[in-house]
């Protein structure tokens, strides 16, 4: 898999967007970027995952560059429950593959 | 849905005891399932995975071993525990809806 790169912390006002980014200068063409959340003593959380266009659902967007060597996740309204660490992971989605997490994004969204 | 029940939440273990965490999952018939840890202050170590019963990949050689003996268990042990071996310790099963993973609640292990 891939190895991704992100911030270790990033602050962002409450109300306003978090935009999160990601390094994957390595990624290989059958590699989606996935991003899960891991909120303080829970399990992690899915988020969003694409492979080249970007992507939006209830919880986030999406936006992988044309070259796929980096991405960022938006999150349009951050408010304090979004507060967690942020990972950032490049996977072939091949289903038996197990994740392996990075150290990730500590977001704290401040009021 | 998927459902995944971890035992015990919270669990103080005296070094050189044994321990056995339990994990079993509700919903699609043989998932992969997977044991990763968490240290203080650290990412998320993956520790063991499954695909099928009696079949375990260990990724970090150590004192700790897991077993599968029914599709939906999944069990993490060790026959004597090392300080080190503190931390929260999670069971995720996959592949789920869009080929995600989904954990359960997670076992906090403080060795003494």
């Known amino acids: 898999d891939a190895k991704t790169t992100q911030p270790t912390s990033m602050d962002c006002a409450e109300g306003r967007a978090a935009n999160l980014p990601c390094n994957h200068s390595t990624i290989s063409g059958n590699e989606y970027v996935y991003w899960y959340r891991q909120i303080h003593s829970q399990g992690p959380q899915y988020i969003i995952h694409g492979l080249k266009n970007n992507e939006t659902n209830e919880m986030a967007s999406l936006i992988i560059t044309e070259d796929r060597k980096s991405s960022t996740l938006i999150l349009p309204h951050a408010t304090l429950r979004d507060t967690a660490v942020y990972y950032c992971?490049?996977?072939?989605?091949?289903?038996?593959?197990?994740?392996?997490f990075g150290k990730g994004t500590r977001l704290s969204v401040i009021a | 849905s998927q459902t995944i029940h971890q035992w015990p939440a919270t669990l103080v273990q005296p070094v050189g005891s044994p321990l056995s965490l339990e994990c079993t999952v509700e919903g699609t018939s043989n998932p992969n399932l997977y044991w990763y840890r968490q240290a203080a202050g650290r990412g998320l170590q993956l520790l063991f995975y499954?695909?099928?019963?009696?079949?375990i990949s260990s990724e970090v050689p150590q004192n700790l071993s897991a077993s599968r003996p029914q599709d939906r268990q999944f069990i993490l042990s060790s026959k004597k525990l090392l300080l080190s071996d503190s931390g929260f310790y999670l069971c995720a099963q996959g592949p789920g809806v869009r080929n995600t993973i989904y954990f359960g609640e997670g076992s906090w292990l403080t060795v003494v």
């Open positions: 499954s695909v099928g019963i009696g079949q």
């Open positions: 992971i490049a996977e072939r989605n091949s289903g038996n593959t197990p994740l392996v």
